[in-house]
């Protein structure tokens, strides 16, 4: 009987030659990954073709990131795009120049859980918490206004990246995220989308009515609907590195 290897990933599955590694592979995530270190113990995690991608990136000026997003409704999902771009920044060792995130709107509808549940709740601030949200850290929000605040007020937390950051509308078909420097582009597969049924769910924090805040961060586990369910089928990421980008 075959059984499933005993880890988050898959082996590097070839593409092309860049010298003398694969300049695409496979990650299959089966397991809940902590969201302080998602891209190392993920994407980074292929120490061989990560080091590639980071040699022909380092020393480079005007290295920009674009992603394609058609998921991130809850303040949970959209603290995880701004930690993701973070850790993208520092395990490639660059610096963004420009950010350019293309979101699909938010669907007009009271606050609901995945699995259609109301909830009575009203967007407002609360600035004294790290968090300054009033609804709980997996529950939809009710509209692209408020959703976009709340975004912008995540990406500022991060220190480190840069202030140039457009938010424009969904492209249709469009599911990617890519990292360029106008010489080499990396783009980064993820079904859907990046934030796409990723819920935080931490022991002892109820999952529909916990704030993002009343979480420490070094707590926060970020926990896949697909790997959740019965047949545990994972979610795959997809990475390729394109050296004909121009």
Avoid at 63 to 70: A, F, G
Avoid at 98 to 120: E, F, N, Q
Avoid at 142 to 158: G, P, Q, S, V
Wanted: hydrophobic residues 35%; aromatic residues 8%; positive net charge.
């Amino acid at each position: 009987m075959l059984s499933l290897p005993d880890t988050n990933t898959l082996p590097i599955v070839p593409a092309t030659m860049v010298g003398n590694a694969f300049n695409a592979f496979n990650v299959m995530i089966r397991k809940d990954v902590s969201l302080q270190s998602f891209v190392k113990d993920t994407i980074a995690a292929h120490n061989c073709s990560w080091s590639v991608i980071r040699g022909l990136f380092a020393g480079t000026d005007n290295v920009t990131l674009t992603i394609v997003e058609k998921s991130v409704d809850t303040p949970f999902r959209c603290y995880l795009l701004a930690s993701f771009c973070k850790q993208l920044q520092d395990e490639l060792g660059v610096y963004f120049s420009r950010i350019h995130i293309k979101l699909a709107p938010v669907k007009d509808v009271p606050y609901t859980t995945d699995d259609g549940c109301i909830i009575s709740s009203s967007m407002s601030l609360d600035k004294t918490k790290p968090f300054p949200c009033t609804i709980p850290a997996n529950i939809k929000f009710d509209t692209t206004f408020h959703r976009n605040i709340y975004l912008a007020m995540c990406f500022k937390r991060e220190k480190g990246l840069t202030d140039n950051v457009k938010v424009s509308r969904f492209s249709l078909r469009c599911r990617d995220i890519v990292i360029s420097n106008g010489i080499h582009s990396v783009i980064i597969r993820s079904g859907e989308s990046l934030t796409d049924d990723w819920e935080i769910r931490t022991h002892g924090y109820h999952p529909w009515t916990t704030y993002l805040h009343d979480i420490p961060q070094e707590k926060m586990m970020c926990s896949h609907r697909q790997v959740r369910s019965e047949g545990k089928r994972g979610l795959l990421l997809s990475v390729e590195l394109d050296t004909s980008f121009h």
